[in-house]
């Protein structure tokens, strides 16, 4: 058992002093016993005699270091005691009456040897963590403690102090306090430890996030921060269309009309805040931009690009991106010059400028095959009796390139390959080569000088009747057509011609012997004959024939352009100048178009078609005898073909 002293060794002190002085007189005497309990546990007995029926005050002091006991009755007289540690003590009694007065102290020594000795390791010790709004949590990391613990927490805020193992506690504001806890082991007065930290508070948030906002035109709208304080602050911006903004003060311009939710974030390191507003924008202009556009090619790789965007209005701009790397056009309807054939992918965007901007894209495959690569060459070989075999070695050709002959002895040829019958002689060949892949037409020329020494003067007259692809009509193809003096057509009609490329109708249904006479520079003459059947019924029977067209050996090897199977008919081909057109159409109006073999335009005109059909006369007679391409097209349908004018 443990006692409370309530007085301190300097009030023993004073009557100790009173005593030496002999200002009292000894009418009273004191004496105690005790009692050695276990565990360092003493009773003490006073055995003092005073001659007062005045209350007598006992002061006891059981060691060094140890408060005074005092105390009246049976409380004072029998005290009890408990050493925490084993040693030898000091025990002092001193008695004290004021009826008479009187004051006598006795002492004597006490040894203890079986008190319960206890090591103080006591460590106070606690972290700390914040919460918001002044919540602090207090977490307790004290070291040392025993059962039975108690702990005392001062929170530095004139609050009532806690004696929760780890408190939580409020904070009324921002600032700094003194917290301190105190953990006593509860083994004595003296088992005890205190910490002491500075609590920073600044988790009380006084942002309070604001704006205003001004409505400009076409959809523009400027925000206005007001949010307060405004240091050390972050902002986050939502204007309710899916785009936001960090800025200070931002500025946007919506693209729709409608009603807008936009909502202001402001943060600092420790706190947030929000504040929103409903817009309402009306006086966004309707977009009905729709940028479109064509384009036509001219040579050497250039495009005309021909803007047919709709829906723009007044200060609309246009970019191009033509599709190579070229620097972007910004005119309405550009040209540009690719650099190469190949095809690009351009790209209009069209702007209306609204703010936000009315953009419109429009995208097309730019195929460019206008740059010409076209070479002519040839090699030669001079045979037997004048035969000259040519071999065309022309680089840069197309799907659609043609050849044109010019042998130097009035001949020509619009074959690949062809050979030609001399008389002895010196001669200048030209081919032209033709490429009707690209668009305009390119062509290339070249001549070589021949010499030919090996010509015997020998006339062949032959000819190959061969049926069309028109039903009725045929073509005559003489086997030689070179040093001609002279010619002779004999119909077996009685109708004849006199000039070797031509063309001849018949009027009755009969057996015809035809022929031809050839007469050569060189004198020598000779004839051919052979009979034919010609029908003129209402069968469109190819093998039926009504007329023939001589034309040039290898000129059936020309390649006609041809879409979804519109067939354009010549007839005569060849023939002196008048030509008749026949093909089915799907307008009404067509386009007709004559080129030579130098791509250049002989004839242009423009046909009404009766029924889906068209039926033109193109008039040739003043073109000069040569080869020619007639060009019909049918809104986006090419057909081309192959004509002949002989004179």
């Not at 010619?487 to 015809?512: F, R």
Request: charged share 5%; hydrophobic share 35%; net charge positive.
């Amino acid at each position: 058992m443990k006692i409370k002293f309530t007085k301190t060794i300097k009030v023993l002190s004073f009557f100790l002093v009173l005593l030496t002085a002999g200002k009292y007189k000894a009418q009273c005497s004191a004496n105690f016993t005790y009692a050695l309990n276990s565990n360092g546990n003493v009773t003490f007995t006073a055995a003092a005699q005073a001659s007062s029926v005045s209350p007598v005050t006992y002061y006891w002091t059981f060691g060094s270091s140890i408060p005074t006991f005092s105390a009246t009755g049976n409380a004072g007289k029998y005290p009890n005691y408990t050493y925490t540690a084993n040693g030898t003590y000091v025990v002092t009694l001193f008695i004290i009456q004021t009826a008479p007065s009187c004051s006598t102290q006795t002492q004597q020594t006490i040894t203890i040897t079986n008190a319960t000795t206890s090591t103080c390791n006591i460590n106070a010790n606690f972290t700390t963590s914040q919460g918001s709004n002044g919540l602090v949590n207090f977490n307790n990391t004290s070291t040392g403690t025993v059962s039975g613990v108690t702990y005392n927490w001062n929170f530095g805020d004139n609050t009532t102090p806690s004696t929760a193992t780890s408190p939580v506690h409020t904070y009324s504001a921002n600032g700094t306090y003194i917290a301190t806890l105190t953990a006593n082991n509860n083994l004595s007065v003296t088992c005890a430890g205190t910490k002491t930290l500075a609590i920073v508070v600044n988790s009380y948030c006084t942002l309070a996030a604001n704006f205003t906002y001004s409505l400009g035109s076409n959809g523009a709208v400027s925000f206005f921060n007001t949010t307060t304080p405004s240091v050390s602050v972050s902002y986050t911006w939502n204007f309710g269309n899916s785009s936001t903004s960090n800025a200070l003060n931002p500025s946007i311009a919506y693209a729709a009309n409608g009603t807008y939710t936009v909502i202001l974030s402001a943060a600092t390191a420790s706190c947030s805040s929000t504040a929103s507003a409903v817009l309402t924008i009306t006086n966004v202009p309707l977009c009905n931009i729709t940028a479109n556009f064509s384009y036509s090619q001219g040579a050497n790789g250039l495009i005309n690009f021909n803007n047919t965007s709709t829906g723009t209005v007044s200060g609309v701009s246009y970019s191009w991106n033509f599709g190579d790397n070229s620097t972007a056009g910004t005119t309405a309807s550009p040209a540009h010059t690719y650099s190469a054939n190949g095809t690009y992918v351009a790209t209009l965007t069209a702007n209306n400028n609204f703010t936000p901007a009315c953009v419109s894209t429009k995208t097309l495959n730019i195929v460019v095959s206008s740059y010409c690569t076209l070479a002519a060459g040839f090699t030669y070989t001079v045979g037997a009796n004048g035969l000259v075999s040519f071999n065309n070695t022309t680089t840069g050709t197309g799907t659609n390139t043609i050849y044109s002959w010019n042998f130097g002895n009035a001949g020509t040829s619009t074959s690949v390959n062809p050979t030609r019958s001399y008389l002895n002689g010196t001669y200048t060949v030209v081919l032209t080569a033709s490429n009707f892949s690209v668009f305009p037409a390119c062509s290339s020329t070249v001549s070589q000088v021949i010499t030919v020494t090996t010509s015997t003067c020998v006339s062949n007259t032959t000819f190959t009747l061969l049926p069309t692809s028109t039903p009725k009509f045929w073509n005559a193809i003489p086997s030689n057509t070179a040093n001609i003096a002279s010619v002779l057509w004999s119909w077996g009609d009685g109708n004849t011609s006199n000039t070797l490329y031509t063309s001849h109708l018949y009027s009755v249904s009969a057996t015809y012997t035809i022929c031809l006479s050839v007469t050569l520079t060189c004198g020598a003459s000779s004839t051919f004959c052979t009979s034919y059947f010609v029908y003129r019924g209402s069968s469109e029977n190819s093998s039926d024939m009504i007329q023939v067209n001589v034309i040039e050996e290898g000129s059936l090897g020309i390649k006609n352009i041809e879409i979804e199977n519109n067939i354009l008919s010549v007839y005569p081909n060849p023939g002196t100048g008048l030509f008749t057109l026949k093909m089915n159409v799907s307008n009404e109006k067509t386009k007709v178009t004559v080129y030579n073999v130098m791509g250049q335009k002989v004839y242009e005109g423009v046909n009404e078609a009766a029924n889906g059909k068209m039926d033109k006369q193109v008039d040739l007679s003043k073109a000069e005898a040569g080869v020619y391409f007639v060009e019909v097209i049918d809104g986006t349908k090419i057909v081309s073909k192959k004509i002949v004018v002989s004179k």
